[in-house]
């Protein structure tokens, strides 16, 4: 274990992450020389894809299959490269002078780095359903977690509801480690397919392709499915029944788990509190960093690579981790001998191909993004959707106002699971854009600390003459 | 809600809320209390309303617990040690407000 004592007062490269993304370009970036040091928050590397890929309890390959497996590669890659690879290490702060404020195991350190490169990746899009707070609603995310990191399948009646490449994933994982799947709620709107047909010739050629409707055809064999335009989670002090309506009427089932999903967006927290700025991207429904061609973002020396640069999927966020880096191998070690970026970028073209499809139509129906009523938006501080709604009809215009009148995107999670749902709330309300409206304006620290964890950072000598007379 | 689907990791003994729980190496301290069927580790400050861990990634923050007398620590990201005391939590009365 490396400890906050352990660690130099800079780096050349600080990379904040150790999904794909993230190892693909701390390998890189070592390899060609450049002190790297790689802080993620979790126990082990992997990230979200290739979570819990060097200590997993499934060893029976065929269960979460091929496409996690070559996450091994990656992580023996970056551990051989000479980076410093800390688990168990959240970051905090990030400023654009690039000092990394980052807490580990109880013990904070500010940490300074000539290039910082942000791969904190994405995370599952909210689903503001009615009952979304009960204990037994949980994320497929959640589920593909437990069940990659700690080899825990679902047990009890579950049901799946919404859409999206993870949520069929999760499923097929599930058959295949012994899991029932009582019902998928499939909450995917048929006109998507209009938008989407557009772009299937490109999808057709994506690696996505193939995977995809085998993916569908496996997990429908032994799963009913049934189309859903509305969905509540029902019980007072646990998640006792799922009521769904769909083409057939209104149903009742009862469950003791029900498992949401309605694709990834970026992890903008540490971005935006570093002042990198965003725009919203209309197609994937989320706001997005804007990055140049070797992913840098418009603080200078700070990029964003992998699925936190926009939803891409894992092989990409290697691809994208790798030209971040050889930009900062460039700016740092001009006489480092570097892979050949060409090359790089057509993989990665080749894999972005079938985005346009996936994204339209996977899109999420406006019932499930834009909730009303007592539907709980904040899921912190418990503000309803009625709220923030009426609350933009009286006339406030944006999140950081909202955030003043009803104290949403104030609680511990800082908006990760609020944000993106009161800014579609406030555009649809004042008939404007997401894009006019924007996100919260983050500030740091974007994670937690106490206060013993701040009165840990060392003291240098510089800082002591100071406050010395 | 959730099986194990083998118990081949070393047991590690840990304590929530005073009461034996057998947790596995790899656990963190929310997978251990789903697999040990605890349904929930917290209630909300504002209304009271229980909660459980809802993502397992660190974002949403509800799966707040004590862990070895500090509060609100996030259980999904914690790995389990032997002898680990947690608690779950009362959010009216601790967060301190
Ligand atoms: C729950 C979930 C499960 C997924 N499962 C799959 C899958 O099975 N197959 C698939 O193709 N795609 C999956 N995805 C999609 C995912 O976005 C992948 O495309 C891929 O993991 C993206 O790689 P990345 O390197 O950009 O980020 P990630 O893999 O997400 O890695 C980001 C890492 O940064 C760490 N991090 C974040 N913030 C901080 C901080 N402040 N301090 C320190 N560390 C931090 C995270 O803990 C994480 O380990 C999943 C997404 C989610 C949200
Ligand atoms: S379960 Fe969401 S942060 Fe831990």
Known sequence: ?469 | MFKRLADSSPAIAITVDGKQVTARAGDTVAAALLAAGIDHCRTTPVTGAPRAPYCLMGVCFDCLVTVDGVGSRQGCLIPVREGMKVETQLGRREAGR
């Not at chain 1, 290739?50 to 299959?65: D, E, F, H, M, Q």
């Not at chain 1, 690879?85 to 300074?112: F, P």
């Not at chain 1, 690696?207 to 189309?227: D, M, N, Q, S, T």
Request: charged share 20%.
């Open chain 1, 1 to 469: 274990m490396i400890a906050a004592a352990d660690l130099a007062s800079s780096y050349e490269l600080v990379v904040i992450g150790g999904g794909p993304a993230g190892l693909a370009a701390a390998a890189l970036a070592a390899r060609a020389g450049v002190s790297t040091v790689l802080f993620d928050e979790n126990p082990g590397v992997g990230g979200q894809i290739y979570r819990a890929i060097t200590s997993t309890p499934v060893k029976n390959r065929a269960i979460l299959g091929e496409d996690y497996w070559d996450g091994a590669a990656l992580a023996d890659e970056a551990k051989a490269s000479g980076a410093l690879i800390v688990n168990g290490a959240t970051v905090w702060s990030l400023d654009r002078q690039r000092l990394v404020g980052v807490s580990i195991g109880g013990k904070a350190r500010v940490i300074e780095a000539s290039r910082v490169i942000i791969a904190t990746g994405s995370q599952e899009r909210p689903f503001p359903i009615p009952g979304w707070t009960l204990p037994g609603v949980m994320t497929a995310g959640a589920a593909q977690t437990a069940l990659k990191a700690q080899g825990l399948i679902v047990g009890g009646r579950t049901v799946l509801a919404g859409g999206g490449p993870l949520l069929w994933l999760l499923a097929a994982q599930t058959l295949r480690a012994g899991g029932t799947i009582d019902a998928i709620l499939d909450t995917t709107p048929n006109r998507n397919w209009l938008q989407a047909i557009f772009h299937l010739p490109d999808f057709a050629l994506s690696p996505y392709f193939g995977k995809g409707l085998a993916l569908l055809r496996e997990v429908r064999a032994k799963v009913p499915v049934h189309r859903a335009h509305t969905i509540e989670a029902v019980g007072t002090d646990r998640l006792r029944e799922v009521v769904f309506s769909g083409p057939g009427g209104t149903r009742r089932l009862p469950v003791d788990l029900l498992l949401l999903h309605q694709g990834v967006v970026p992890n903008v927290n540490l971005a935006n509190a570093a002042g990198v700025a965003h725009v919203w991207n209309d197609r994937q429904l989320c706001f997005v960093p804007v990055l140049d061609a070797d992913f840098g973002s418009s603080v200078p020396g700070i990029a964003v690579a992998g699925d936190g640069a926009g939803i891409a999927g894992g092989t990409a966020a290697a691809e994208r981790g790798r030209i971040a880096a050889i930009a900062a191998v460039r700016a740092l070690k001009p006489e480092a001998v570097v892979p050949d970026t060409q090359a790089i970028r057509q993989r990665l073209q080749r894999e972005e191909m079938g985005r346009a499809f996936l994204d339209c139509l996977n899109r999420p129906a406006d019932a499930f993004r834009l909730p009303e009523g007592d539907t709980i938006a904040c899921r912190c501080e418990e503000v309803t959707a009625r709220q923030v709604r009426e609350t933009a009809q009286m006339g406030c215009e944006g999140p950081n106002q909202m955030k003043a009148f009803l104290r949403c995107g104030m609680g511990p999670c800082q908006g990760r699971l609020c944000g993106l749902t009161v800014t579609e709330l406030i555009a649809a309300e004042r008939k404007t854009s997401p894009d006019e409206v924007g996100y919260y304006r983050l500030r740091p620290p974007v994670k937690p600390i106490t206060l013993a964890e701040l009165a840990s950072l060392p003291i240098s000598e510089a800082e002591r003459k100071a406050v010395e007379r």
